[in-house]
């Protein structure tokens, strides 16, 4: 598969937000880890048990309506751009980029579920929504979890799914919702939410999750504990905990935009930027579209109010960049092809 028909593809959670630009939560995901019991984890498997869960993977696949149509693609034949793709848009992990030929990314033609095939564990289910739709993505994911279970996962009746990292083990899920939260960043709130989370078995990360950084104050809040609750249970968990946020996210908002002008300010020169800057980084173009995304949400008006943010926000990624120019770019060029397409983009909402 290559970049063009990557981007063919839907993307529900980008898409799916334009319908309702107010919303703090961007997207929901569950993924559950899952190994084979008749093989060693993959961090312990040789080139030939690792080919061979591939193959028993496929075959199970090939056999489940649930993959009817879906893109078989093996991360190792894939170029720099397309691989970058991906993972831009959530279909995959960043750790996923150092492929083999035993590694093997299962995506459906609807762009919700992917499947990794030999990454930490045998199999990575990940199911992608927009908006908080946790106990959707749960269904979706559990559906799949059992239309596959004749590979025989590794379980065990005291500690339930074994994993590689302990820390998955149990039910082996993992839910998260993406929320944009610049307000409670503004406000200095965020050190404690983080503390807070972490003291309710929960983790708040960057946008692609650990490791990573918020830009564009978007933040991932996931469950950090998968033994001794529920799939059920934890899913609840972390979407109790990202209402919360939403509701302190709404009262933050409220603070800056009843006090003095100086948010109105930062809004006008995110735009001036967008609009008339030659070089755009990648952490600059964000910074100023999430402050676009804030004026949205608050009702404010001036020309961002049409403006697509989730397609432009995906836009301005280095790998989409380089995409659209059909060539791999140094920084500087991708800098520059950022700024030119932001401009485009903006110069018709005028």
């Not at 961007?26 to 993959?42: E, H, K, Q, Y």
């Not at 691989?83 to 831009?88: A, C, F, P, S, Y």
């Not at 739709?133 to 596959?148: K, M, T, Y």
């Not at 500690?159 to 929320?179: D, E, I, K, W």
Request: hydrophobic share 45%; net charge negative; proline share 5%.
């Amino acid at each position: 598969m290559n970049a063009d028909q990557i981007l063919a593809l839907p993307v529900p959670w980008v898409e799916g937000g334009q319908e309702n630009p107010s919303d703090v939560v961007i997207s929901s995901r569950v993924r559950l880890a899952r190994n084979l019991s008749r093989f060693p984890f993959v961090n312990r498997a040789t080139p030939e048990e690792k080919a061979a869960v591939l193959e028993a993977v496929r075959q199970a696949i090939q056999h489940e309506p649930l993959f009817r149509e879906c893109a078989w693609c093996r991360i190792g034949e894939m170029d720099p751009v397309s691989k970058g793709i991906l993972v831009e848009r959530r279909l995959m992990s960043p750790d996923f980029l150092q492929g083999s030929q035993e590694r093997v990314l299962v995506l459906d033609s609807r762009g919700i579920v992917s499947v990794m095939v030999n990454e930490e564990d045998h199999l990575r289910i990940q199911v992608l929504l927009g908006r908080m739709a946790l106990c959707e993505a749960l269904r979706i994911a559990s559906a799949i979890d059992r239309a596959l279970y004749c590979l025989d996962f590794a379980f065990d009746p005291e500690f339930g799914f074994l994993t590689s990292c302990p820390t998955n083990v149990g039910t082996g899920l993992r839910a998260s919702a993406m929320l944009h939260l610049p307000a409670l960043r503004m406000s200095g709130a965020m050190p404690e939410i983080i503390a807070q989370s972490g003291r309710l078995g929960l983790v708040v990360r960057g946008a692609y999750g650990e490791g990573t950084t918020s830009a564009g104050a978007l933040y991932q809040v996931s469950n950090q504990v998968t033994l001794g609750l529920t799939p059920e249970e934890l899913t609840e968990k972390v979407e109790a905990v990202g209402s919360r946020l939403v509701e302190q996210e709404a009262r933050a908002r409220s603070a800056l935009l009843n006090g003095p002008h100086e948010l109105e300010d930062r809004i006008w020169r995110a735009w001036g930027t967008l609009l008339y800057a030659r070089r755009l980084g990648l952490a600059e173009a964000m910074e100023c579209l999430s402050l676009l995304r804030m004026a949205q949400e608050a009702g404010m008006k001036g020309p961002f109010e049409k403006l697509a943010w989730g397609p432009l926000f995906l836009a301005v990624q280095p790998a989409h960049v380089q995409a659209r120019q059909g060539r791999l770019l140094t920084e500087a060029e991708t800098d520059t092809a950022r700024a030119e397409l932001v401009r485009d983009a903006l110069g018709c909402l005028r």
